[in-house]
């Protein structure tokens, strides 16, 4: 026997009958999902204002289509928008249902300067918005760049409450457009005062993963030899803690969206990490010492150190420091390219914010905040991180998703680079090499994937960037200097401002960054308004964004982004659960704001449509084979958790049966159950009376308790499937009638198929 997993399996697999009585096991994802907890985070570094007024236009496209979905017919094609509350045309249904329980929250990429003066107090030009701490932002700005000082949250807890039914205590926002308006404020309010050095992912993992975060960073001894040297954590941030708990429910589907237009720099906390972003030595200029040479052509080579700790008479280059210390270490770049720059790398590993969205128990044993939101209590009254002290399972892993509208080009990433109304590729796409990608484009080569375009390569044992190998797309190489090839995906080559400061429609031009602090651009989009005196248009510049169409100037018409590849190693490590969008539009012209393609329109869409799988219950591509009675080949198991003895599966009414001997054994060996400590099991049985079984694939309005499967090809079962994609329009159909409900409320369900191993399909 074998598993359907809780998501669309995405390799067809042939079933076959009954042939083996081994058994392997996967959690399916039983119910619709009726909440949502959205957490954006918004880089708010310079350059990212006009960003912010982007995602605040779409913010209307992703609220109203959880709130009111569109219809869709029979394909899943063909969205009309309806007004709320309204019924579909004849022939179409919602896609999915009316989202009621959202909660939104919005933090920055600032969190200060993790111990060095920089974005910090004892700093210069410090401003509190260096070191908003993944507290959650409720300053606004209105249409006009006004300033509003605090937007209404619900109950004052820093987040908005999406509760038309009034649920919540107090009752959340009811208005449509009451929560439009205030959540685009925030949007608008993050601004772009904050710290220059941005901790993207670190972030949004302190927000909702670290179990302790530290209230401030302080001087501490590295060693009895080096007082106040290095830097720790002190004290416990309970406004983290306390909006953590308030916001982020276990049982709703989790979001992470990332808006940040340049590359992660999320320093590691303690030690002497922090002077990475150090910028002052006493009254002068503070420098990281260079790496040894071997780092220049193999940053993991064992001998590529940095010449703080390097034998000077092993490694002879450390005599001597950077020839020109302001070019070759310009605090602006810290954060580029360390381990071949500096023979160190300060940054937090990609592992850990891969694990803190996929790993429900971490290696020590205690639970992950994002699967668990509540730890048990420990015999001595304090906090016991390894249990969790809800009755309901821990969180499925495939109710966390993580997006990133973030600086890559869109073309690399569009079902078509010349028309991005057709929307961005699926995690699926990016990991399918181009000899099975439908559309695949022609410069690719047949056993390289769109990962291979934008990232480049990563190891397989922790995710980290391999740096000797460069993304098959020059324009996502992370460069000083002008980069030269042609992108693989358009056919476009790059060239010099020299050759035409436009000659490139995706990054304008490569350019000469004589002042060395300056990196080259992913990509750039046109302002709506031109920005007299912005800030990348410096007198006597040669900057594409500076360029008037006949000559440089002090005025920016352009926006830019750079390559963000560690965001794109996370993304590629969460597997299917990731949602990878442009930061650059296609469009921005306001007279063109209707256009599918218009803003970040196409990301949202892309947002949604991924999320709507779970909001609207499990589907697959894998067809079962179906008996003369409109049986298949498998069982449900259905488990719980019980303080003391487990009642009888069989109460007469037919809808449980006893589990089989064989099939709790293996049960017992399922990550998921173990770590809910489930102890109950009984197997839900198949609805077998034709006319409650014909009901079952038509309605939710059933004749009997139990399950069906519903598969395309059932007469009247469009409702039912409306919201599967077109190549997976199948599912497992649980209902309830009188007094019994299916599954029983905190069970998890376990879906067993005979005959084959469908392990390797599961999304």
């Not at 410090?126 to 619900?154: C, E, N, Y």
């Not at 590729?425 to 990608?437: D, F, I, N």
């Not at 190489?477 to 490139?504: H, Q, W, Y």
């Not at 196409?602 to 008996?627: E, F, H, M, N, Y």
Request: charged share 20%; net charge negative; with cysteine.
């Amino acid at each position: 026997m074998a598993a359907l997993a809780p998501a669309c399996l995405d390799r067809p697999v042939a079933l076959q009958q009954p042939s083996t009585s081994k058994l392997s096991t996967k959690l399916y994802q039983n119910k619709k999902v009726d909440k949502i907890d959205l957490l954006f985070m918004i880089d708010n570094s310079a350059s990212m204002a006009d960003k912010q007024k982007i995602l605040a236009d779409a913010v209307p496209d992703l609220v109203n289509r959880l709130t009111n979905p569109v219809c869709v017919d029979s394909s899943g094609a063909n969205a009309e928008s309806v007004p709320s509350g309204q019924p579909c045309p004849n022939g179409k249904v919602r896609e999915f249902d009316p989202i009621k329980d959202i909660h939104i929250g919005v933090i920055t990429s600032s969190l200060g300067g993790h111990g060095a003066d920089s974005c910090s107090e004892s700093g210069q030009g410090f401003t509190p918005h260096q070191a908003d701490m993944s507290h959650l932002i409720t300053r606004g700005k209105d249409a006009s760049g006004g300033a509003i000082p605090t937007v209404p949250t619900w109950n004052s807890k820093g987040f908005l409450n999406w509760d038309p039914d009034g649920k919540a205590s107090p009752p959340g926002e009811s208005n449509v457009g009451n929560l439009i308006s205030n959540f685009t404020d925030i949007v608008r309010g993050a601004d772009e005062d904050g710290c220059g050095f941005e901790s993207q992912l670190e972030a949004w993992y302190r927000f909702l993963v670290d179990p302790a975060p530290y209230a401030q960073m302080a001087p501490c001894d590295c060693d009895a030899a080096h007082p106040n040297q290095c830097r720790c954590g002190t004290g416990l941030d309970t406004t983290v803690l306390q909006q953590r708990a308030d916001m982020v429910r276990q049982d709703s589907l989790l979001a992470v969206v990332m808006l940040t237009d340049e590359n992660d720099c999320s320093v590691i906390d303690g030690g002497q990490y922090y002077l990475a972003l150090q910028a002052l030595d006493g009254t002068n200029p503070f420098h990281v010492p260079h790496g040894t040479n071997a780092c220049q052509s193999d940053p993991w080579s064992p001998d590529c150190q940095s010449c703080w700790v390097a034998d000077p008479n092993k490694f002879p280059e450390c005599a001597t420091g950077w020839q020109d210390p302001a070019k070759d270490d310009p605090l602006n770049l810290r954060c580029f390219d360390q381990q071949r720059r500096f023979g160190l790398n300060f940054l937090q590993p990609i592992a850990r914010y891969v694990n803190g969205l996929t790993v429900q128990k971490f290696g020590d044993n205690t639970l992950n905040p994002v699967f668990c939101t509540q730890f048990g209590t420990a015999a001595d009254g304090s906090v016991d991180l390894t249990t969790c002290a809800n009755t309901m399972p821990l969180r499925d892993k495939s109710l966390v998703f993580l997006a990133g509208i973030i600086g890559v080009p869109w073309q690399d990433i569009a079902v078509d680079p010349n028309d991005l109304s057709k929307g961005y590729r699926t995690a699926k796409e990016l990991k399918t090499p181009m000899s099975s990608l439908a559309n695949a484009p022609a410069g690719v080569p047949a056993d390289k994937t769109l990962w291979d375009v934008i990232l480049g390569q990563t190891r397989d044992s922790d995710g980290e960037i391999v740096p000797t190998v460069d993304p098959l797309d020059p324009l996502m190489k992370e460069s000083i200097d002008p980069r030269t090839g042609t992108n693989p995906v358009t056919g476009d080559a790059l060239g010099p401002t020299a050759s035409g400061p436009l000659n490139n429609k995706i990054n304008g031009s490569e350019w000469d960054i004589t002042s060395r602090a300056d990196l080259q651009y992913a990509c750039v989009f046109p302002l709506p308004t031109p920005i007299p005196n912005g800030g990348d248009c410096p007198p006597n510049n040669q900057n594409p964004l500076c360029f008037d169409g006949s000559n440089f100037g002090t005025t920016q018409y352009r926006a830019k982004a750079y390559p963000d590849r560690r965001e794109l190693a996370v993304l590629k490590g969460v597997g299917d659960q990731a949602i990878v969008a442009s930061i650059c539009p296609a469009k921005i012209d306001p007279t063109q704001s209707s256009a599918p393609d218009w803003g970040y329109r196409p990301a949202i869409a892309t947002i949604i449509d991924r999320l709507k799988t779970a909001l609207a219950g499990t589907c697959w591509d894998v067809p079962l084979q179906v008996d003369a009675n409109g049986q298949v080949p498998c069982i449900v198991l259905e488990a719980t958790k019980v303080d003391g003895d487990c009642p009888p599966c069989d109460d007469g009414s037919g809808v449980r049966s006893e589990a089989s001997g064989t099939a709790k054994q293996v049960l017992a060996t399922d990550a998921a159950y173990a770590a809910n400590k489930l102890n109950c099991v009984c197997q839900v049985n198949q609805i077998k009376d034709p006319a409650a079984l014909a009901s079952c694939q038509t309605t939710d309005q059933a004749i009997q308790a139990g399950w069906c499967y519903v598969d395309q090809t059932d007469q009247g079962s469009d409702a039912l499937l409306a919201h599967c994609p077109a190549d997976s329009k199948r599912l497992i159909h649980f209902v309830s009638a009188g007094n019994e409900t299916v599954p029983r409320t905190g069970s998890l369900t376990y879906l067993q198929c005979k005959g084959a191993d469908l392990s390797a399909s599961a999304q």
